[in-house]
């Protein structure tokens, strides 16, 4: 099948660009609805700057397209238009000056050393600058089996092992175990975790109040807690979260 990408491969230059095939698929469902209106996006990983190009011409003309690499070499790669910062993935200090610069982000690609540590430093200090509505994405888990970047099959350390523990976070309204499981405050602002082979992604879109049921019934409309209430689940309403 066809899309933006597969057809923007044909139109490349001596930027050499590397990309598993299967994630055009996943940008096109992902990330379409980004293309409507300017908006905030960062790729961590430049290596030959062949990226650089792909997204300028995917993204809306006004976007802001800032990309890091540890390498100073790709300093040179910026395209008019875009800002290529130089920096480690993992250091939280870079990550946080260069959020004050240049976030909150709509989308966020994590194609840089795909060492599992990395990934998961990165996710974190980056998150609070992902803007609402905004998506997080983490290409290459692939390595989250390969123990030479700090994976291998079901090690806790890894990032995919780190995006099950999400979904676990994200279901951390409903469980009836307070004390073995208490309320984890991203819940209120992870919406998803999608997994695609080789990419996580995940959704920030915040809930003011936690989930309630709907009964409808001949017309008339009634919400409720319930579910949560008589689970005990106080964490959920006056947790760690200061509510
Ligand atoms: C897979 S390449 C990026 C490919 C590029 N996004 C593309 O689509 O053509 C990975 C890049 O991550 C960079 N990198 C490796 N470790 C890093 C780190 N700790 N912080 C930032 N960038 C890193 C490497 O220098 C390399 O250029």
Redesign the pocket.
Known sequence: MTNFFTDYLKTTDDR????WTQYFDTYTRELTRFRARPVSFL?????????IP?WKAFFAPGSRLTF????PA?AALAEPGTTVAI????DPAFLAELAAQHGPFDVILD?????CA?QIASFENLWPHLAEGGLYMVE?CHTSYWPGFGGGYRNEASFIEYSKRLIDRMHSWYTDQDDLFPFDPIARELHSVRTYDSIVVAEKRTKTEPPTTVYAQNGQVRLSRRALEIRGRKSAFAGKDGT
Do not use: P, R, W, Y
Request: aromatic share 4%; with cysteine; proline share 0%.
């Open positions: 050499l660009l590397t990309k790729e961590i990983g430049v290596f030959k700057g062949g990226s792909m890091i690499d540890i390498d790709c920096g480690n993935q993992a194609d840089g050393s795909h060492v990395h290459d």
